[in-house]
């Protein structure tokens, strides 16, 4: 079955302590990417991969690291979490093929993260 | 810098009246414009997008949106609603000028509820 599977789906954790929240997906698509959901401010881009070793800066990248080693990985790392990055956190993935923007993404289930 | 607007955070409907969710978009360049819908507790899925070529789209489950240029709008219309069509509703938008990177620009969200 294609899909884009995220772990954990569920996360509490304190300021400050490192956590990785990763992102893996099984269709071959070369673009990938992090987004945060908070009420009344939709999705969020934090950053995306074009391919293997290239990544950019979404919207909202601060706090935030990003690697993309493998086409099918892309974890999402914070490395110092604060209670500002409690939020709703989707990983999506898109064909992203010949450098045309007009291709759809594939969302993950989402990892809800709460830091206190 | 590119973004999205959808004025309207929830929308009431009747079963089977026409349903319209409203998107205004801005960029430096020409638009690539996207419909998702999210599900209670769900990732986000894809409805249509428009790329090039005829105004009217057509997509998912009877949905359906109209891009117009001179309003740089991108509606997202069903012609009978279904109290299943109830969910959280998103616009978005990727800039074809490649000055502008790959970057994905979401809507705040529209509540759509369908009353029986």
């Known amino acids: 079955e294609a899909q884009v599977t995220q772990n954990p789906r569920y996360l509490i954790t304190v300021t400050g302590k490192k956590l990785t929240v990763t992102c893996s997906q099984n269709?071959?698509?070369?673009?990938m990417s992090w987004y945060r959901q908070d009420p009344g401010l939709g999705l969020r881009q934090i950053y995306y991969s074009m391919n293997v070793e290239v990544t950019d800066k979404g919207d909202v990248p601060e706090g935030y690291k990003v690697s993309r080693k493998e086409k099918r990985n892309f974890p999402l790392i914070l490395e110092s979490p604060s209670p500002n990055q409690t939020s709703l956190y989707f990983c999506a993935s898109g064909a992203g093929t010949g450098g045309s923007g007009g291709y759809e993404q594939y969302f993950g289930p989402g990892t809800r993260l709460t830091v206190t | 810098a590119q973004s999205v607007a959808q004025p309207e955070d929830q929308v009431n409907v009747a079963e089977g009246n026409p349903l319209t969710v409203k998107c205004t978009y801005s960029v430096s360049g020409n638009p690539y414009l996207f419909w998702y819908v999210q599900y209670p507790n769900r990732g986000l899925q894809f409805l249509l997008k428009y790329i090039t070529g005829d105004n009217l789209v057509k997509g998912s489950y009877g949905f359906e949106a109209e891009f117009n240029k001179s309003q740089t709008s991108f509606h997202l219309k069903k012609p009978s609603a279904l109290v299943s069509d109830s969910a959280l509703y998103f616009c978005?938008?990727?800039?074809?000028?490649?000055?502008?990177?790959?970057?994905?620009?979401f809507g705040g969200g529209t509540r759509v509820l369908v009353k029986p």
């Open positions: 269709m071959n698509h070369e673009y």
């Open positions: 978005a938008v990727r800039d074809r000028n490649k000055a502008a990177g790959n970057k994905l620009t």
